[in-house]
């Protein structure tokens, strides 16, 4: 778990990031999770585009695509997911500590 310190920070780290992801009519299927899962341990910190032909709410699918991913939800902003984890051979963010 994340604190509010924590996330404050990967939210900074994120704001100039563009989105690597899309999740559109298909919806979120195994593709997308494996996908999404080797690029955060490349890159530790992704950002994922919910585009507007998707039916439901981009809160819910981003808690999906964390809870099925393994990873951490950072935020969710408009239709906009911003996702973490820790990478154990490409470590670059350096949390605060809690």
């Known amino acids: ?24 009519k298909g919806g979120i299927n195994e593709h997308l999770i494996r996908h999404v899962s080797e690029a955060l341990e490349a890159r530790e910190l992704i950002k994922v585009s919910v585009l507007n032909n998707q039916e439901g709410d981009p809160k819910e699918i981003g808690a999906e695509i964390a809870e099925r991913a393994g990873v951490e939800l950072v935020q969710v902003i408009g239709k906009t997911i911003v996702l973490y ?3 154990k051979d490409h470590k670059k963010i350096e949390l605060p500590r809690p």
Not at 1 to 24: S, Y
């Open 1 to 24: 778990m994340l604190t509010g310190k924590q996330k404050r920070f990967l939210r900074a780290l994120a704001h100039p990031l563009n989105p690597i992801f899309q999740v559109g």
């Open 85 to 87: 984890r820790e990478s």
